[in-house]
């Protein structure tokens, strides 16, 4: 065994050599595991023959027919095996070699095993969903008591008695809104692992935050307003994440500022990077938080803006921008409003 | 003077039915609380109230069935089904709605958003 070959075997992926009409040049060990058959007998063969992967085929006739790894997305790349009774998630990737010639002539196929992520992403998901449930019924009885209290249903109010009703439904609400973040946590998990970029529509994607919105802003008298150049190029994006984002920070500026107020929602591009930021003529933020917001369970001084009063929120939207490959930024003076601004890439095409 | 419209309250969680009992009474209503699921069928037989809350998640059974049970009943399947819940899930609105609730509320709620919804119901 040469050292090549030695240090092929030993390798912690699955590596599969097919040629372009898909026959199996080679495998490593560990592909020989995931699979269940040994190199010797399955060299020579049609990879359809060996495995039952109809998702893997179609990724190799991709690449074979495009001459470029395939696209892909969090759908087509994770492939479920069963492995010696257990149920296994592997990452697949693929890439065309090509000869000096400029001929192409093998597919490698890498497959990384993902199982214990997804686990560990699974635990974390029921963790949040259970959590996030055990608030909210202990906030019903709250808020049902305060309610009633402060419509004076149970007792009269002092003064005081009314300051103290409304504290405890705005902590109520706030608490709602952590609860609310960690299901959104949870079900938009932002690691690399569950992002499906596609090409992606700016404006589509903005109408479709202000649109649940929409309603809010009218009720407080706050107008809405888009500006999204006409010829902007296409995102590369995973869509869900980006409205999730976008109407957290369009819900946040509505919070935050009074009525009469506008908040302006802008998309434009700069060289391999598409812009969008969020406008509002709120109170604005001291600049000592303008890091500290973006982080999650920080508590500032600020309780108009800081992280533990915008929910976990804006942690969230920096950790789907960074999975992004973009960054996520605020702008702001108190008492001037606030622009937040994040980048996604520009969608290319190979 | 009417009679009281009568509401049945399927809820196991002690604070939930002081809270909701007491802000269905201050709006007049009579209400009839039923902690255990398993009981809940034959109470409503019994009680035939105008509008049933119900918890989805119930020590024992589960809230979906007594839902589906409720709607297939001839003595109690014309009674408006009001689910409260902390389920916030779309799937298991889609599923209540299925088993045949005719409204959904997802905990936490004030109580005029409740008084709302009864009377889109009753009275």
């Given at each position: 065994m040469t050292f090549y070959q030695k240090i092929f075997d030993d390798l912690p992926e699955a590596v599969l050599l097919t040629d372009i009409t898909h026959k199996v040049v080679d495998l490593n060990q560990q592909a020989e595991f995931i699979f269940g058959v040994s190199s010797d007998q399955v060299r020579g063969q049609f990879f359809q023959e060996v495995a039952d992967a109809p998702q893997m085929i179609s990724l190799l006739e991709e690449t074979v027919m495009l001459c470029r790894p395939p696209r892909l997305t969090f759908e087509n790349s994770t492939i479920i095996r069963d492995v010696k009774g257990r149920k296994c998630f592997f990452k697949v990737s693929m890439v065309p070699l090509v000869t000096f010639e400029g001929e192409l002539q093998n597919v490698l196929t890498v497959m990384s095993d993902v199982t214990m992520l997804k686990e560990i992403e699974q635990l974390k998901t029921d963790f949040f969903a259970t959590v996030s449930h055990e608030f909210r019924t202990p906030l019903t009885s709250i808020l049902m008591g305060a309610g009633m209290m402060k419509m004076g249903q149970l007792a009269e109010l002092t003064p005081k008695g009314e300051e103290i009703l409304d504290a405890i439904e705005q902590d109520c609400s706030r608490l709602l809104r952590l609860a609310d973040n960690l299901l959104d946590l949870s079900r938009m998990e932002?690691?690399?692992?569950?992002m499906e970029m596609i090409e992606a529509d700016a404006e589509k994607m903005i109408q479709a935050a202000l649109g649940t919105l929409k309603l809010q802003a009218e009720k407080r008298e706050i107008e809405l307003i888009t500006s999204v150049p006409p010829d902007l190029p296409m995102a590369r994006a995973d869509v869900t994440k980006i409205i999730w984002v976008l109407t957290n920070l369009v819900s946040n500026a509505l919070r935050y500022t009074d009525r009469g107020g506008s908040i302006t929602v802008k998309a434009r591009s700069k060289g391999t990077r598409l812009f969008f930021s969020v406008t509002d003529t709120g109170k604005g933020i001291a600049s000592e938080h303008h890091e500290q917001i973006?982080?999650?369970f920080v508590q500032g001084e600020?309780?108009?803006?800081s992280s533990g009063g915008a929910g976990l929120g804006l942690a969230i939207c920096k950790d789907i921008v960074e999975a992004h490959g973009g960054e996520i930024w605020v702008e702001s003076e108190p008492g001037q409003g606030a622009t937040f601004t994040f980048s996604v890439p520009v969608f290319r095409d190979f | 003077m009417k009679k009281a419209e009568k509401i049945l309250l399927i809820e196991d969680e002690k604070n939930i039915i002081l809270g909701v009992k007491t802000c269905l009474e201050v709006a007049d209503y009579a209400v009839v609380v039923v902690e255990d699921g398993e009981k809940a069928l034959d109470v409503a037989i019994k009680e035939r109230p105008d509008l049933i809350l119900l918890d989805l998640?119930?020590?024992?059974?589960n809230g979906f069935q007594i839902c589906q049970q409720l709607k297939v009943m001839e003595e109690t399947r014309h009674i408006p089904i009001v689910v409260l819940t902390a389920k916030t899930a779309e799937e298991d609105k889609e599923r209540a709605m299925q088993a045949g609730a005719d409204s959904y509320m997802t905990k936490p709620f004030r109580p005029e958003e409740l008084w709302q919804e009864i009377k889109r119901f009753i009275g």
């Amino acid at each position: 065994m040469t050292f090549y070959q030695k240090i092929f075997d030993d390798l912690p992926e699955a590596v599969l050599l097919t040629d372009i009409t898909h026959k199996v040049v080679d495998l490593n060990q560990q592909a020989e595991f995931i699979f269940g058959v040994s190199s010797d007998q399955v060299r020579g063969q049609f990879f359809q023959e060996v495995a039952d992967a109809p998702q893997m085929i179609s990724l190799l006739e991709e690449t074979v027919m495009l001459c470029r790894p395939p696209r892909l997305t969090f759908e087509n790349s994770t492939i479920i095996r069963d492995v010696k009774g257990r149920k296994c998630f592997f990452k697949v990737s693929m890439v065309p070699l090509v000869t000096f010639e400029g001929e192409l002539q093998n597919v490698l196929t890498v497959m990384s095993d993902v199982t214990m992520l997804k686990e560990i992403e699974q635990l974390k998901t029921d963790f949040f969903a259970t959590v996030s449930h055990e608030f909210r019924t202990p906030l019903t009885s709250i808020l049902m008591g305060a309610g009633m209290m402060k419509m004076g249903q149970l007792a009269e109010l002092t003064p005081k008695g009314e300051e103290i009703l409304d504290a405890i439904e705005q902590d109520c609400s706030r608490l709602l809104r952590l609860a609310d973040n960690l299901l959104d946590l949870s079900r938009m998990e932002a690691g690399a692992i569950s992002m499906e970029m596609i090409e992606a529509d700016a404006e589509k994607m903005i109408q479709a935050a202000l649109g649940t919105l929409k309603l809010q802003a009218e009720k407080r008298e706050i107008e809405l307003i888009t500006s999204v150049p006409p010829d902007l190029p296409m995102a590369r994006a995973d869509v869900t994440k980006i409205i999730w984002v976008l109407t957290n920070l369009v819900s946040n500026a509505l919070r935050y500022t009074d009525r009469g107020g506008s908040i302006t929602v802008k998309a434009r591009s700069k060289g391999t990077r598409l812009f969008f930021s969020v406008t509002d003529t709120g109170k604005g933020i001291a600049s000592e938080h303008h890091e500290q917001i973006f982080e999650k369970f920080v508590q500032g001084e600020d309780q108009n803006y800081s992280s533990g009063g915008a929910g976990l929120g804006l942690a969230i939207c920096k950790d789907i921008v960074e999975a992004h490959g973009g960054e996520i930024w605020v702008e702001s003076e108190p008492g001037q409003g606030a622009t937040f601004t994040f980048s996604v890439p520009v969608f290319r095409d190979f | 003077m009417k009679k009281a419209e009568k509401i049945l309250l399927i809820e196991d969680e002690k604070n939930i039915i002081l809270g909701v009992k007491t802000c269905l009474e201050v709006a007049d209503y009579a209400v009839v609380v039923v902690e255990d699921g398993e009981k809940a069928l034959d109470v409503a037989i019994k009680e035939r109230p105008d509008l049933i809350l119900l918890d989805l998640m119930l020590p024992k059974v589960n809230g979906f069935q007594i839902c589906q049970q409720l709607k297939v009943m001839e003595e109690t399947r014309h009674i408006p089904i009001v689910v409260l819940t902390a389920k916030t899930a779309e799937e298991d609105k889609e599923r209540a709605m299925q088993a045949g609730a005719d409204s959904y509320m997802t905990k936490p709620f004030r109580p005029e958003e409740l008084w709302q919804e009864i009377k889109r119901f009753i009275g």
